[in-house]
């Protein structure tokens, strides 16, 4: 099974911060990742599939970047709706696995 | 609208079974998988397996792989996931999500979440 890790796990950062979340998978995933933003007590969020595509409805200060193994989730400029749980997730081959999440807040 | 609509919340003892239905809208079923994931309070994300509405092809993950059963009806529009010998691990919430086995555009649609309880 593809392992997923994640760094930082937790961080704190202000409105207007930019922010990146890192993903780094134990095996090349052909851009195979995707990112999904979870708030409590909703279900996750589709941010962006293919490494980099942005899902369609999100907006474009969330950006993705990086290829093989090291992955990365930026937000050009923290809105107070972005504080929240990120997960990246692969979808290579099965089983599909998530990383174990970067929650951020204030 | 696309949307996956799950089934209310179950309380269970250790040892039964549960069975959660996802309902999907807005789109042609046979077009997409669905993915079963679930929660732990306080915990991540766990990926626990994709059927095919189209063809029935399932992918387990191996955890689960002698306690679930994953299905769909095409007439009914509806997914099911059916988790056998329950035990207080198993509290969680169980998502269906819309996607395919790989590639693709990831989970797109979720559902809104099913909250199992299993307490003597």
């Known amino acids: 099974d593809i392992q997923m890790t994640q760094s930082p796990s937790s961080l704190s950062a202000s409105v207007g911060d930019r922010v990146t979340i890192t993903c780094r998978a134990s095996q090349s995933l052909n851009n195979y990742l995707n990112w999904y933003q979870q708030k409590p007590g909703q279900a996750p969020k589709l941010l962006i599939y293919?490494?980099?595509s942005l899902q369609s409805g999100v907006p474009s200060r969330f950006s993705g970047s990086g290829s093989g193994t090291d992955f990365t989730l930026t937000i050009s400029s923290l809105q107070p709706e972005d504080f929240a749980t990120y997960y990246c997730q692969q979808n290579y081959s099965p089983p599909q696995t998530f990383g174990p999440g970067t929650k951020v807040d204030i | 609208q696309v949307q996956l609509v799950q089934s209310g919340a179950a309380v269970k003892k250790p040892g039964a079974s549960v069975k959660v239905s996802c309902k999907a809208s807005?789109?042609?079923?046979?077009?997409?998988?669905i993915h079963w994931v679930r929660q732990a309070p306080g915990q991540g994300l766990e990926w626990m397996g994709w059927?095919?509405?189209?063809?029935?092809?399932?992918n387990y993950a191996r955890k689960f792989q002698v306690r679930v059963t994953m299905t769909t009806d095409t007439s009914t529009i509806t997914a099911y996931m059916e988790l056998t010998s329950l035990t207080s691990d198993d509290t969680a919430v169980y998502y269906c999500?819309?996607?395919?086995?790989?590639?693709?555009?990831?989970?797109?649609?979720w559902g809104q979440g099913t909250t199992v309880t299993v307490s003597s």
């Open positions: 999500a819309r996607g395919f086995s790989s590639g693709g555009t990831g989970m797109d649609v």
């Open positions: 059927i095919s509405p189209y063809n029935g092809h399932i």
């Open positions: 293919a490494a980099s």
């Open positions: 807005g789109y042609t079923f046979t077009d997409y998988g």
